[in-house]
């Protein structure tokens, strides 16, 4: 809410007194139908708003409104002009107001970044490495409430488990020093490779695309580059000397399992323990979110947590910049675990789906305070204590039937989540199973399904043999990973 009155500004009923009202009660402008006036004139009562005057988050809320109204002012014929430092033939006006919000919620998600107080230095002996894995994470119920803002303005819970792929844990990051001062960049799965030499070159991270984004970011966030630091090879001779950060990913691409934040965490942890310092899963949690913000692909907390801390487990957090997780490890009854490891089925569909485009569709209308998904993120507390209950006390039936409460709650929000070609399998499957869902933000990558007997795991699996899925498309066994995140040091092999 607004910490101070707004000015007075309109007729009472006009449509600049109404926009104003559904800013201070978080309600949605977009059935107003105002002018430019009127878009004008909200916009110089909210001017100290967007500034800062009531916090970061109501800022970026404030700015997501005024561009909310040019929209609809643009839809009923109205020029909307832009700020008269931009030049003419940019994007349309309201263009400025989002991505502004989208920097302020960055912003906001690095104030709570606690950064590592120690001095950069190299503590790795000239013939050792470091090497960090992880495993994946399936989530069950929660996705989205973990998401910044609605996580920072709500506080989010998760249900989610670690895995393994094929026994072993598929996410992998391998650090060792150099004697030169420069930057070695290897991916193992993608066989690429790049040798940063100039301090503008570790900075140049904000393509997703780039298959060296995470490593240069990693690299930023921890401060073993600084931009105003200087040449790099002079940042790095005081640093200690040069690295070599290889990382590995035995995951498909697009899998929904959380591979992008919780390799983050990997490379963040190799690094970190270069210097001597060693991170947790825990402690990882607020630097990924903050590395996922200067990729510009966003995200939310629970696929560190998810993947980085092990085994089946309830996260939650409380209102505030400074997000705090509550982990709340699932022991389950040894009974229980057999019946899920005979009963579920997760399986790769074949089919991908770009993270950061979903996220964003899925922050946009959160700030345009959308009724649906309102209604979404405030009813995933519930359905998390729930259905952690009812894996607690082995009842699978009832989880199958939350993981398709979870889809009911998301698809009307994000129908691309539940596309035709993930209908066409589980519909296949469908009287084998109790429910199912997809991993992730869904639309592709892997999905989850829970048959109703170890018999009916067989019949589904049988029936999916004879579906024309994409090459690709397998199965996988449910292999719960209890340790998480692990780091060793050691001799460099040959």
């Excluded at 994007?91 to 912003?107: D, K, L, N, Q, T």
């Excluded at 992008?260 to 942890?269: C, T």
């Excluded at 092990?310 to 019946?339: D, I, M, N």
């Excluded at 049988?462 to 066994?477: F, I, K």
Aim: charge should be negative; glycine fraction near 10%; aromatic fraction near 4%.
């Amino acid at each position: 809410m607004a910490s101070s009155p707004l000015p007075d500004s309109g007729t009472p009923g006009s449509t600049v007194e109404r926009a104003l009202a559904a800013y201070v009660r978080d309600e949605d402008v977009r059935n107003l139908v105002p002018t430019a006036a009127d878009v004008a004139a909200v916009t110089e009562a909210l001017r100290e708003e967007m500034e800062g005057r009531s916090g970061p988050l109501r800022a970026a809320r404030a700015h997501w409104l005024v561009g909310d109204l040019m929209k609809a002012s643009a839809d009923a014929g109205e020029s909307v002009v832009h700020s008269e430092d931009v030049p003419a033939g940019s994007a349309p006006a309201w263009v400025e107001h989002e991505e502004e919000a989208f920097r302020i919620i960055g912003r906001a998600v690095e104030m709570g970044h606690a950064r590592l107080l120690v001095t950069p230095r190299l503590r790795l002996a000239p013939d050792e490495e470091v090497i960090a894995e992880a495993p994946v994470r399936l989530d069950l119920a929660g996705g989205w409430s973990d998401t910044p803002p609605y996580s920072l303005e709500s506080g989010g819970a998760t249900l989610n488990v670690a895995l393994l792929l094929e026994g072993a844990m598929p996410l992998r990051a391998k650090v060792r020093a150099l004697a030169k001062p420069v930057v070695r960049l290897h991916t193992s799965d993608l066989n690429a490779h790049v040798t940063l030499t100039r301090t503008s070159e570790v900075f140049d991270y904000a393509d997703p695309g780039d298959p060296f984004a995470l490593h240069k970011a990693a690299l930023s966030l921890l401060t073993l580059v600084t931009p105003d630091g200087g040449p790099l090879a002079e940042q790095l001779t005081r640093f200690g000397g040069g690295l070599e950060i290889t990382t590995e990913s035995a995951v498909p691409k697009g899998s929904g399992l959380g591979t992008s934040s919780i390799l983050g965490g990997v490379v963040l942890a190799a690094l970190a323990r270069t210097m001597g310092v060693e991170l947790d899963g825990l402690s990882l949690f607020e630097p990924v979110l903050a590395l996922e913000q200067r990729l510009t692909t966003g995200g939310g907390w629970q696929d560190q947590i998810g993947g980085l801390t092990g085994g089946w487990k309830v996260t939650t957090t409380l209102p505030g910049l400074r997000q705090v997780p509550r982990v709340e490890r699932l022991t389950l009854p040894e009974e229980t675990g057999a019946a899920l490891k005979e009963r579920a089925l997760l399986m790769y569909s074949g089919h991908t789906r770009l993270a950061k485009n979903i996220l964003r569709n899925m922050v946009s209308r959160y700030l345009s305070r959308d009724t649906l998904a309102l209604e979404m993120l405030r009813g995933m507390p519930a359905l998390v204590t729930e259905m952690a209950d009812d894996l607690f006390r082995g009842d699978l039936d009832a989880v199958g039937a939350g993981l398709d409460r979870n889809n009911a709650a998301v698809v009307p929000v994000d129908p691309q989540s539940w596309p035709p070609h993930i209908e066409q399998v589980v519909a296949a499957v469908r009287p084998f199973i109790c429910g199912a869902k997809p991993a992730g933000a869904g639309g592709g990558g892997f999905l989850v399904m829970l048959a109703r007997s170890a018999e009916d795991r067989a019949r589904a699996e049988e029936v999916l043999g004879g579906l024309n899925l994409p090459s690709g498309a397998r199965t996988y066994p449910l292999e719960v990973s209890t340790e998480g995140l692990r780091i060793v040091a050691r001799p460099l092999t040959p």
